[in-house]
């Protein structure tokens, strides 16, 4: 049986590209999600007028807010297959079975466009490919490894739509957030190349460059810290009260010899004793609070 197969296409204020996005998609899969955030210009009326299921947001809540409620419409669809990718028209929708032949063979959960696998072409400018090295190394090596970690383009089976529906993040790190939840819950990923076109289009960046690096870097680490608190917080602890033996030993040492009792170097060896007790504690504690989300996600997936 053929798969039922939705696009989601969080948009903007792109009203001089949505509805060529909407076309071209539209010939690929069987209903075309759009979910304006908040749009100022025509966005709505546009998407509309092309054919797409249209919701929307009564402000500009973010990237990850948007595609968060496109995909609670694709769940109440009983989509098989969900496509996502951006409205300015940087991806090519004829690019979608090839996201797709990895899902239908049942070879793949998720499957992410890529931008650096052979094969691929795209021509973006000197600061964006600069930044896009840096975010892909902190994600390559704190969530997955694959090449482009900030993909916006990708397709997933029903299995990954259950664990991506229920996302926290509501702007750009919504990638970066999905790829953390494949890691977690074992889904199966592959990249497939693509083409991405920058040049000629008016607004593919919707935040100021360094901020939207800066939010992209901030989810990272703090994926990585919720999921990993015991490496992330305990080695921090248990480096501070290696400290703290240091220099209580020092302490102790000249103590002896001279009976001088310095109060700097005792104050110094408690704050670090004490930093380190509660660095620790608190990595046991957000480590069962880390399993606790676990089971409770397991158990609303499995409903």
């Known amino acids: 049986m053929k798969p039922f197969i939705v696009a989601c296409i969080p948009a903007y204020n792109e009203h001089k590209a949505i509805a060529h996005v909407i076309q071209q998609a539209s010939k690929q899969v069987e209903h075309v999600i759009v979910c304006d955030d908040g749009s100022t210009d025509e966005t709505l009326e546009i998407a509309?007028?092309?054919?797409?299921?249209v919701i929307s947001n009564p402000t500009n809540l973010g990237k990850g807010a948007a595609l968060r409620k496109s995909l609670e419409l694709a769940t109440k669809l009983s989509a098989d297959l969900v496509v996502m990718l951006d409205?300015?028209?940087q991806h090519d929708p004829s690019d979608i079975p090839k996201l797709l032949?990895?899902?239908?063979?049942?070879?793949?959960?998720?499957?992410?466009g890529s931008r650096y696998m052979e094969g691929s072409k795209m021509d973006p400018p000197a600061y964006r490919k600069i930044g896009l090295k840096v975010i892909n190394s902190l994600s390559q090596t704190s969530l997955v490894t694959v090449k482009d970690t900030q993909s916006g383009f990708r397709a997933f089976n029903k299995k990954a739509l259950r664990h991506f529906v229920d996302s926290d993040e509501d702007g750009f790190g919504v990638e970066t957030e999905q790829l953390a939840t494949a890691r977690k819950f074992n889904l199966r990923v592959q990249e497939v190349p693509i083409s991405v076109r920058y040049s000629g289009l008016d607004n593919t960046s919707k935040k100021n460059p360094v901020s939207h690096g800066f939010e992209l870097v901030t989810v990272a680490i703090k994926l990585l810290v919720q999921d990993k608190p015991l490496l992330m917080i305990g080695t921090p602890g248990l480096l501070f009260i290696a400290t703290s033996m240091f220099t209580g030993y020092l302490f102790v040492k000249d103590f002896n010899l001279t009976g001088y009792f310095s109060v700097p170097m005792a104050l110094i060896t408690f704050?670090?004793?004490?930093?380190?007790?509660l660095f620790i504690l608190s990595s046991f504690i957000f480590y069962a609070i880390y399993l606790l989300k676990l089971e409770i996600k397991k158990i609303k997936v499995m409903e």
Do not use: Q, S, W, Y
């Not at 509309?48 to 299921?53: H, I, P, R, T």
């Not at 704050?271 to 007790?277: K, R, S």
């Open 87 to 89: 409205a300015d028209g």
């Open 101 to 112: 032949r990895p899902l239908m063979r049942g070879e793949a959960d998720l499957v992410i």
């Open 271 to 277: 704050t670090f004793l004490t930093l380190g007790t």
């Open 48 to 53: 509309e007028k092309n054919g797409a299921l």
